[in-house]
Every structure is written in structure tokens, then in C-alpha cells.
């Protein structure tokens, strides 16, 4: 059983930067690939990036390829995404995941976050 929570959320301007923490518990945090995702109200959840287990493989969506980061820290349990160049349209809730796989599918991720906000203003 894996437990998520994530913080660094909040309100900045456009071209601003956060960066995200997913902090994990359990021991077998290491063993597991590591997703973020995001939703606005009424559409479905987003895939924005993910990382390989190993940290070895990152993926991310074309809409924030070359503006965000993914990386994870396994001796602390963590995994970040560094957003940079923020946009508007980067406003949603941001969840962490953890799943076998580094997938782009939010349904191959058993384990979620439960959120935070990251609202950029224009």
C-alpha cells in the first residue's frame, strides 16, 4: 500500500514557476513508476508527465514538453514536477500517481495524491 500527498500548489503569474512535491509512505515507493496528472472542472483527467521507477525514463505531454520536469528522489520517498514559463492555461488541480508502469493512462495507476491547486494568473 502506497499513500500519496502532494503540496507546492498556489496561485502565481503567468511565466512564473512552482514545483510540485508528491510525497510518498511505504517501502516500496522505489518500485514504482510515478505519474502526474491534471483535471479542470468537467473535463477529464490530463496526463502531464511521468517517471520510470528508476527515474531512467520521463515522458510528458506535448502541451508542457520543454516547460516542466519531472524527477523523483527515491532515499526521500518523492517525486517533483518543476513547472516553468506557466500559462493559464496550466490552471487545474495537479494529482501524483503511482502505478507498475510509466503510462500516459490514468486507469494504469493504482495509487492517487489528492491534489493541489496550481492556478496561474494572466
Known amino acids: 500500500q502506497v499513500q500519496l500527498v502532494e503540496s507546492g500548489g498556489g496561485l502565481v503569474q503567468a511565466g512564473g514557476s512552482l514545483r510540485l512535491s508528491c510525497a510518498a509512505s511505504g517501502r516500496t515507493f522505489s518500485s514504482y513508476a510515478m505519474g502526474w496528472f491534471r483535471q479542470v472542472p468537467g473535463k477529464d483527467r490530463e496526463f502531464v508527465a511521468t517517471i520510470s521507477w528508476s527515474g531512467g525514463n520521463t515522458y510528458y505531454a506535448d502541451s508542457v514538453k520543454g516547460r516542466f520536469t519531472v524527477s523523483r528522489d527515491n532515499a526521500k520517498n518523492t517525486a517533483y514536477l518543476q513547472m516553468n514559463s506557466l500559462k493559464s492555461e496550466d490552471t487545474a488541480v495537479y494529482y501524483c500517481?503511482?502505478?507498475?508502469?510509466?503510462?500516459?493512462?490514468?486507469?494504469?495507476?493504482?495509487?492517487w495524491g489528492q491534489g493541489t491547486q496550481v492556478t496561474v494568473s494572466s
Open positions: 500517481a503511482g502505478g507498475t508502469l510509466a503510462g500516459r493512462s490514468q486507469y494504469q495507476y493504482k495509487y
